[in-house]
């Protein structure tokens, strides 16, 4: 069996004691999980940036818009439980494909469908490709010896900038070509190439160990593990910020700077692409210095960004400046948890537990979009909302400190109590 540490003739980079050789098939396989992702997560976010034409079309409400953005959110969220699982079952060789190609019926659904109620319905159904983090992490988890592992998952997590694709081209092909259906084909075939391209391409890393318990033993004792609700509830701080500020930013600045549907996607691409860019810094400082120190310089900073923007300033340059920090933090507190991730789970419950924390990250990201058109529909200001999520990041970094820092590394299992 080969020993995914050493490689294979296919050739390696340098390694060392410390830093073990790594086949050229792990960076393959990374490289066609973080492609994978990217065009699953294009699809998810697909009705974000068509937020406000749906409600002006329709006669949404503030609500009704943000549940109609959050819905794909909620479920790609819940989803990542069973998916993770089943990635620890059957491989990621099987499932990637498997998530891709049946994404594809919501995509094309979208160009069909034009009431609220079955937009509602597709956007559910959309929430399949939001769950392809579930099986990419564990994918790109095995292939990894510890020590890079951070790095790995880092870099994977670049592809969740397929969002800001989303974001940027979606209402441009509504202005070019008078509808969106081009962009929702488009989509569809890439989907149905790339799940193509995964079946002869994806292989699950040797000696990949297929759990024999059956899932709701695995998922049982994922939950009770000490270290599964704390790195969830991190998760939910960190990606539930980018993913909210992600969906919700096209929206919000519309409302509160008055910018074009064109002007408002476009700045809310520019918040994923930076926050997906930091993601495997994140993840590789992570590896150095460990994540605690990473994920408190992540916290600290989206507090105070968040309380800064409470009080709106000027777009150009202090709000601009602030989303771009508030981006940087959120990708680097991403990338730290997953590396925390990697430190304190077994590789044959990756999975599982990635799934759980991947669950109450996008979780994390489906309450602030409804909270912030709730409270800007009763107010008409977004300050509550902006205060609540610094009160969060705060909070994060409070447990950081007094619970992480020192011992946050490998030598260090008992890291989050017993």
């Not at 010896?145 to 092909?173: E, K």
């Not at 391209?197 to 899932?215: E, K, N, S, T, Y």
């Not at 507090?303 to 940087?328: E, H, K």
């Not at 400190?401 to 020192?406: T, V």
Request: with cysteine; glycine share 12%; hydrophobic share 50%.
């Amino acid at each position: 069996m080969t020993d995914t540490r050493t490689g294979s003739g296919t050739g390696t980079d340098a390694g060392s004691p410390d830093r073990p050789a790594i086949p050229t098939a792990a960076w393959v396989n990374l490289a066609l999980a973080t492609v994978g992702i990217a065009v699953n997560f294009w699809a998810w976010g697909l009705i974000s940036p068509l937020g406000p034409t749906y409600k002006q079309q329709l006669g949404l409400s503030s609500f009704q818009q943000s549940f109609l953005v959050a819905v794909p959110v909620l479920v790609g969220s819940l989803g990542r439980i069973p998916v993770g699982a089943l990635t620890d079952k059957y491989g990621a060789r099987l499932m990637v494909p498997a998530i891709s190609f049946a994404t594809i019926l919501p995509v094309l659904g979208l160009s069909v469908v034009h009431s609220y109620a079955m937009l509602l319905l597709v956007g559910f159904l959309l929430g399949i490709g939001g769950s392809f983090f579930a099986a990419g992490v564990p994918y790109v988890n095995a292939w990894f010896p510890p020590a890079r592992r951070g790095m790995a998952t880092g870099v994977f997590g670049i592809g969740t900038g397929g969002t800001a694709i989303a974001s940027f081209f979606t209402a441009r092909m509504l202005r070019w070509y008078d509808n969106t259906n081009t962009m929702f084909y488009l989509v569809a075939i890439v989907l149905a190439v790339y799940g193509l391209i995964a079946l002869l391409v994806a292989r699950d890393a040797p000696g990949r160990q297929v759990p024999a318990q059956l899932f709701g033993r695995r998922f049982a004792e994922a939950l009770r593990a000490p270290a599964t609700l704390p790195m969830s509830l991190l998760y939910a701080v960190a990606f539930g910020a980018f993913v909210a500020m992600g969906v919700y930013l096209p929206t919000y600045l519309k409302e509160a700077y008055s910018l074009s549907q064109d002007g408002a996607s476009t700045r809310a691409a520019g918040f994923t692409l930076v926050a997906v860019l930091f993601r495997p810094l994140g993840g590789t400082l992570s590896d150095r210095i460990g994540p605690a120190k990473v994920l408190m310089a992540s916290f600290a900073t989206l507090g105070v960004t968040a309380v800064w923007q409470a009080f709106q300033p000027a777009l150009n340059p202090w709000s601009t400046v602030a989303f771009l920090v508030m981006a940087a933090s959120v990708g680097l507190g991403c990338g730290a948890v997953f590396a925390l991730v990697a430190v304190v789970t077994p590789k044959e419950k990756v999975g599982t537990v990635t799934g759980l924390v991947g669950a109450a990250g996008g979780l994390g990201g489906y309450f602030p979009p409804l909270v912030m058109g709730s409270v800007y529909g009763s107010t008409g200001s977004y300050a509550i909302g902006l205060m609540l999520l610094s009160d969060a990041a705060f909070a994060a970094l409070v447990y950081c400190a007094a619970r992480l820092r020192g011992r946050d590394r490998r030598d260090s299992p008992n890291a989050f109590g017993s």
